[in-house]
């Protein structure tokens, strides 16, 4: 699944880590959280990154489509932010992962390589220059 310098987005995940964080623990973790972005700006790894505000839409439905508030109401741990990272391996995404620091406080990640086309139309032999305009 991976190949050199493969692209994989680290989904933060997270709800109200902050909560029970004093200034000063939110200084530091902020702190650490910013020198983690910088290390892998430094190393050419980092290709983006960007928070998520709390508010957005879900849009679902078949032939009626339906916007209800979200971002996923149902989920106890909604997405919050993202990395995008360019490196080598899976694994190497994962370690890179594991150094977020708010893992300390509670949140966590989900790590996923970013497919060059779409699966589900790979898996029905559909390819893009069949849907393209």
Request: proline share 6%; net charge negative.
């Amino acid at each position: 699944m991976s190949t050199p310098s493969s692209e994989y987005m680290i989904l933060f995940r997270s709800t109200d880590w902050d909560k029970d964080l004093s200034p000063d623990e939110m200084q530091n973790i902020m702190a650490k959280t910013m020198a983690w972005f910088d290390e892998l700006a430094a190393q050419g790894k980092l290709k983006a990154a960007q928070p998520l505000h709390d508010e957005g839409k879900i849009i679902a439905g078949r032939k009626t489509r339906t916007v209800a508030d979200g971002p996923f109401a149902e989920s106890k741990e909604t997405i919050g932010g993202y990395l995008l990272v360019r490196v080598d391996t899976l694994d190497e995404a994962v370690e890179i992962a594991k150094g977020w620091p708010l893992l300390d406080v509670g949140a966590t990640v989900e790590v996923r390589p970013v497919a060059e086309s779409c699966p589900s139309f790979e898996r029905r032999g559909v390819t893009l220059a069949q849907v393209s305009p």
